[in-house]
């Protein structure tokens, strides 16, 4: 019988070593399609949620539903609609990363140095009239990059919705962002004041009833719940859409 040989024994590991390679590499390509398309359909689910138009769980062909919102690209650089950048070619995370077409952001409160130049935002209308305005948030907690929609009304200024996509936060502490009842504290509350300034506060503890602007903070989780104070107040100022939103309220 053949005797067992160094060479032998690194040539079967070698061997084993490209053919799981292949088999990985194919498996990779092959499947990246696939998994583009669960990413498309999830975020247009939270779209859709945030617009009102679906229940988590339920049953609905999305694509067919997801037709039913506008999509807008806006240029943060001068907070005002563009028609000449299509939708599908913005990528707001990779393109914070593009020196062309980044902006710099000034308050680093919301923990995150650039942003996008292009965003997109989402409209539902109830014919001509501007129903619900859904917005892309990113910002930092306490372990990681939160990133969420926060749904406005017709006015610009009461919020529909605010939930988080994803995530890092330690469960039943600041992971408590996807707790039903936090997140139902949200609706209603006033986005701004008088002078178009976001106003709203996640307080510690319970929040004052009377207050149109205060919501909970999370338990245990200050530095969370800041977190979200910090992200809100920036995506609904100056650097945000804030002006933006100041025109379509005002019939722009």
Not at 80 to 94: Q, R
Not at 102 to 131: C, P
């Amino acid at each position: 019988m053949p005797r067992e040989t160094i060479g032998k024994t690194i040539g079967v590991a070698a061997g084993v070593c490209v053919v799981c390679s292949v088999f990985v590499s194919t498996a990779s390509v092959c499947l990246k399609p696939i998994q583009d398309r669960n990413r498309t359909l999830e975020r247009r689910k939270n779209i859709l949620m945030a617009g009102g138009l679906m229940e988590a769980g339920q049953q609905v062909d999305v694509d067919a539903l997801f037709r039913e919102i506008e999509t807008r690209v806006v240029d943060l650089s001068t907070h005002e609609f563009v028609d000449n950048v299509a939708p599908e070619d913005v990528d707001p995370a990779k393109d914070a990363q593009d020196p062309n077409r980044r902006v710099d952001v000034q308050d680093q409160k919301v923990g995150i140095k650039r942003v996008g130049k292009y965003q997109l935002i989402y409209v539902t209308r109830e014919g001509d009239r501007i129903k619900r305005v859904i917005l892309p948030v990113v910002g930092k907690g306490l372990w990681s990059t939160m990133y969420g929609f926060l749904a406005l009304g017709s006015d610009m200024d009461t919020v529909k919705t605010l939930a988080f996509y994803q995530h890092g936060e330690t469960p039943g502490l600041g992971g408590e962002v996807d707790n039903p009842d936090w997140k139902r504290s949200w609706v209603g509350k006033k986005a701004y004041d008088g002078n178009w300034d976001p106003q709203i506060r996640v307080v510690k503890g319970r929040a004052n009833p009377q207050a149109p602007s205060e919501v909970d903070g999370l338990s245990g989780a200050t530095l969370t719940s800041r977190g979200v104070e910090h992200l809100v107040d920036f995506w609904l100022g100056k650097e945000g859409y804030g002006p933006t939103l100041k025109k379509l309220a005002q019939g722009g």
